[in-house]
Every structure is written in structure tokens, then in C-alpha cells.
């Protein structure tokens, strides 16, 4: 997307510009200098803030390359140009700007320049590959893709690290401390070597599916079953449902689970016993992965075959789902109004609308009155969330226990000279009548004395 350059304001005009929004979020420094207020926004993974249009991506992980493409010589689909160097790099590579000769000084001022061309308003951070001399940048160049055993051995470390932990809070044993809807739950849970039996099987067949090199990739969705822990939970709805976490410090209110290639919302679980009868309509967040899809024609609405983009897209609400697009259109392109939408115009398609009310859902019906009064966009900017109509809040859990329970810990000398040997129940007979004719003996002196 060709953006042109800025020009930057004088500094009375600058003084009469507003430091910050009327809510107290400051505005960018670096816009407010070309005369723009753009607001500072959180990264949403540290404190820090990016201005909302100048440093946050504007690429989706449609962009990305694989690691296939970037082998094979591939350009940024950011910004067209190299990522891996196809000559030598220059001599001012690697080296401190101190260092450089006035030729390598040139050539780096030219670099700089072409960066800044290709970038005129961006204020991002930047990365390079190593060897090459080209600049990137981290708003519009998606970044570079980790080979496959980069990927084995970030999997490895990570897993290595919860692992380690889970095995040394089992082993010292875990001091319970009753948390926020944590009670005992009518009925009884399921048996425990059914359990076991059944994660053996699903842990055994999700190994086997993929290469001996790839299996630490697996390791974070089926841990070994001595790490697991069971709970059960109380759903919004009535239902109860067992469940397995790694380890047993995070209760499962606090986890995101996986469902059907997306996650639920933390606090929640899914039921498809008592699915929603009309999926809400969500404001879609971001556009993440784009495929194809082949439409066949329609003789009724005069429709030919068609070939459409087929995202997926990341929901206001946190989940994932699908949107039909245009083929060649690109989230950087925006929503394109194909319908008027003046008072007149609107009040004519409501009315007709109304007049098929009893045919919609309350929902449906709310949306498309919202699509009149927008003018259609395309793409809408809301789709329907399937996932959101599964969605149940757990109301109560219940701790089961480990999977594999843990070992019991070895008696000490001194508890065994302390305890001994239990005698047989002939031996606690025998000393029992023996205690009685003492007792007895006891008694008769007393009464003689």
C-alpha cells in the first residue's frame, strides 16, 4: 500500500495540538509532529504501547511465508525485498558505524534512504537477517518463519521446563488450598483405569501420527500420564464433565481450553447438550490465514461459479471462525460501502425488512438492520461466532486426583522402630485377656483393702 510522506508541522502549530485524548491516552509523539493524532496503544503481550498506526502490523498470517518459500528465495511479502541474501553482503555489514570507511558510510546513508522510501510513515521496530543488508520493517514485513528444528527445540525447552515442575510439586506433595468455586460435586467421577486406559489410547495414536523428530511438538497436548491431574466441573447448563490439566496448580477456571481448532474463554467450558439457539454476531478483531473457496452458480439468483477467499478471523470475543471475501481483497483494503445509505434510503430497506421480522432471530434481525444503516459493507465487518453458541461457564469444580496416583512416601527408621511390626490378631486377643485378669486382679485387691 503506497503511503506518501509526511510533512512536518511548525512548532506553534505543534503547541496547539493535544498531548493527549480526552480519556488521558496520550497520542503518539511521532505523528503529532506531522500533525496527526494517532493514539498509543498496548502491545497486549508487555506494559509498553505502539502507536495504533504506525507501529502495529498491518500483515495477517496470510502473509507469512513457510519455510519452504523462504529457502527457495522468497521475497518479503511485506515489502518486496530480500530476506536471505542471494550475493555477499556488503563490507559494512556486522560492523559498528564507527568503524565504517567513508564508502561503507555511503552505502550504508544509501540503505538507510531506501528504507525510509519503502517506510515513509512508519515508526515500528526494524530486523534484518543475518548476512543481508536489507532493513525490515516489523509493521508491514511479516516475520521471517523458524525452521523445523528450531521449532523441535523451542518445544523441548519449554515442555522440559513444565515438566520439571510438575514431577517436583508431585513428588513433594501439593498442599491443597480451597479456592473460589471449588466444592464437592454430586456424583461420583469415572473409574480410574478407564481414564487411564483411554488417554493411553488417545496419547498413543496422536505419537504415532507424526514423525519420531516431531513428537516433542506433541508433548504440551499429551503429556505423560503421570503428569496429569483430574478435575471435574459444574456447567452454567447442569452438566458434568471430567477433565484433565498438567499438573495440578492452575484450576481449570483459569484456563483457555482448546475447542474445535480455536479456545474457549478462561472461566468457561463447552456443551454441545445445550447449544445456543442463535449464534450472536461478533465484531471481527483481526484476519489471520486466507484459502479458497469454489462457489457453485445458482440459476435463481443469477449467480455464475465463483472463486472467493475463504479467512479465518479472530472475533472481539476471542474465538476463531471463517469469512467469505472477495478473492483478491486484502484486510489493508478495508470495508467498501456498496449500498446508499441516506435517511430515505434506509427508512425503505427497514421497512421491508420489518417486514420479514417473524422469519429472523432477534439477532439476525438486529444485524441487518445494521448492515442497512451502514450501507452493506464488504466485507461485513461481523460474522457470526459458532463457538460462542457452546460456551458455558463452569459454576463449580471439584478436584479428582492425579492420573497415576502419586508413589507413597518411604517409611523412616524412626517411624518403623516407633510402629513396628503390627501383630496378628491371635497376639491382640491374647494380650486383651491378659489385660482383663490384670484389670480383674486390680479390681478384687480394692475391694478387700
Not at 115 to 121: D, G, I, K, L, Y
Not at 364 to 378: D, N, S
Request: net charge positive.
Amino acid at each position: 500500500m503506497a503511503v506518501s510522506h509526511r510533512t512536518l508541522i511548525s512548532k506553534a502549530a505543534l503547541r496547539r495540538l493535544p498531548a493527549t485524548a480526552d480519556d488521558g491516552t496520550p497520542y503518539c509523539p511521532q505523528c503529532r509532529r506531522d500533525g496527526e493524532l494517532n493514539r498509543m496503544v498496548s502491545t497486549g503481550t508487555t506494559d509498553s504501547t505502539e502507536c495504533e498506526v504506525g507501529s502495529l502490523p498491518v500483515y495477517t498470517d496470510a502473509d507469512r511465508l513457510s519455510y519452504e518459500e523462504l529457502i527457495a528465495g522468497a521475497p518479503c511479502r511485506g515489502c518486496g525485498q530480500e530476506l536471505l541474501p542471494q550475493v555477499a553482503p556488503p563490507s559494512w555489514v556486522g560492523k559498528g558505524t564507527g568503524f565504517f570507511t567513508d564508502k561503507e558510510r555511503a552505502l550504508h546513508a544509501a540503505a538507510e534512504q531506501a528504507f525510509n522510501e519503502r517506510h515513509p510513515v512508519c515508526h515500528a521496530l526494524r530486523w534484518t537477517m543475518q548476512g543481508s543488508s536489507v532493513t525490515h520493517c516489523a509493521r508491514c514485513c511479516p516475520p521471517p518463519p523458524l525452521s523445523p528444528e528450531q521449532r523441535r527445540q523451542i518445544a523441548q525447552i519449554l515442555n522440559d521446563g513444565a515438566e520439571r515442575r510438575v514431577r517436583q510439586a508431585k513428588l513433594a506433595g501439593t498442599t491443597y488450598e480451597r479456592r473460589e468455586l471449588e466444592q464437592r460435586l454430586p456424583g461420583r467421577a469415572r473409574t480410574l483405569a478407564v481414564v487411564l486406559r483411554e488417554y493411553q489410547k488417545r496419547r498413543t495414536a496422536a505419537l504415532e501420527s507424526v514423525a519420531a523428530e516431531d513428537r516433542s511438538l506433541l508433548r504440551s497436548s499429551f503429556p505423560e500420564a503421570e503428569l496429569m491431574f483430574r478435575w471435574r466441573l459444574q456447567l452454567a447448563c447442569g452438566d458434568l464433565v471430567e477433565v484433565l490439566t498438567l499438573g495440578d496448580v492452575r484450576p481449570p477456571t483459569v484456563i483457555a481450553w482448546p475447542w474445535a481448532g480455536s479456545r474457549l474463554r478462561e472461566g468457561t467450558y463447552a456443551c454441545t447438550d445445550h447449544r445456543a439457539q442463535e449464534a450472536p454476531y461478533r465484531r471481527v478483531y483481526r484476519y489471520l490465514t486466507r484459502a479458497t473457496m469454489e462457489l457453485t452458480g445458482d440459476e435463481h439468483l443469477k449467480r455464475g461459479p465463483e472463486t472467493v477467499g475463504y479467512w479465518t478471523v479472530e472475533l472481539e470475543c476471542g474465538h476463531l471462525d471463517n469469512q467469505v471475501t472477495a478473492l483478491d481483497w486484502h484486510p489493508r483494503d478495508g470495508h467498501r460501502q456498496t449500498q446508499p445509505n441516506d435517511a430515505t434510503e434506509v427508512a425503505q430497506r427497514k421497512s421491508r425488512v420489518a417486514q420479514i421480522k417473524d422469519c429472523l432471530g432477534a439477532l439476525e434481525y438486529a444485524h441487518a438492520l445494521r448492515q442497512i444503516e451502514q450501507g452493506y459493507l464488504e466485507p461485513d465487518p461481523q460474522t457470526t461466532c459458532r463457538l460462542c453458541t457452546y460456551e458455558q461457564p463452569i459454576i463449580a469444580f471439584q478436584r479428582v486426583g492425579w492420573l497415576v496416583p502419586a508413589p507413597k512416601p518411604a517409611m523412616t527408621a524412626a517411624v518403623k522402630q516407633r510402629t513396628g511390626v503390627r501383630p496378628a490378631r491371635a497376639q491382640l486377643e491374647q494380650r486383651v485377656a491378659e489385660l482383663e485378669a490384670q484389670i480383674a486382679h486390680l479390681t478384687g485387691q480394692r475391694r478387700t483393702s
